[in-house]
């Protein structure tokens, strides 16, 4: 898996009270028959609380929910979304030092395999900023300083969570929140 270019954390734009962590990455394998992966997650860790974020769905516009995944050697690059457990509401994205990892089962093996751990942090200001409703935080791999630079954002409506923001960056254009 290569260094996710975005990752998201926040409230989930199509159900309330769910928490999300999103990220944009390439999955590959060195094999050049490729893996299937069977399911992926991801575990955040913040000093002595840990949740995984089970519920995983993954694609550009269209998508699907996560059961099964074919990874070539030339690899793929897609979205991906991992919401926390329908029992959880809320998870609190507080200030401090986080690490994410994300696991891959591949089919076949009985073990998950740590593909990729990612360290970010969340000041208590941002973390204040988080407890609004529907705000969420961006980290941006920014390549020249060799680390990720945040943006807190706030949503009017659903229509702006992480694939719009990214639609819009793509297209060049601004993004503006929707009129009320």
Do not use: C
Not at 17 to 30: A, D, M, N, P
């Amino acid at each position: 898996m290569t260094r996710p270019t975005v990752v998201f954390f926040g409230p989930d734009g199509n159900e309330d009270g769910i928490s999300k962590v999103f990220l944009r990455t390439l999955l590959y394998s060195t094999g050049k028959r490729g893996i299937v992966l069977e399911h992926l997650f991801i575990r955040l860790r913040r000093g002595e609380t840990q949740q995984n974020f089970n519920v995983w769905v993954y694609g550009e516009k269209d998508l699907a929910r996560g059961s099964g995944l074919f990874v070539g050697q030339e690899g793929i690059a897609t979205n991906h979304h991992f919401l926390t457990p329908t029992d959880i509401r809320g998870f609190d994205f507080a200030a401090g030092d986080y690490e994410l990892e994300v696991f891959g089962k591949i089919i076949g093996k009985d073990a998950t395999l740590l593909l990729s751990t990612i360290r970010l942090s969340i000041d208590a200001h941002e973390a204040e900023q988080l407890r609004k409703l529907d705000h969420g935080i961006y980290f941006d791999w920014g390549p020249d300083a060799g680390r990720y630079q945040k943006k807190i954002e706030g949503r009017r409506s659903k229509a702006l969570g992480p694939l719009k923001m990214l639609e819009a960056l793509q297209d060049g254009g601004a993004l503006m929140p929707p009129k009320s």
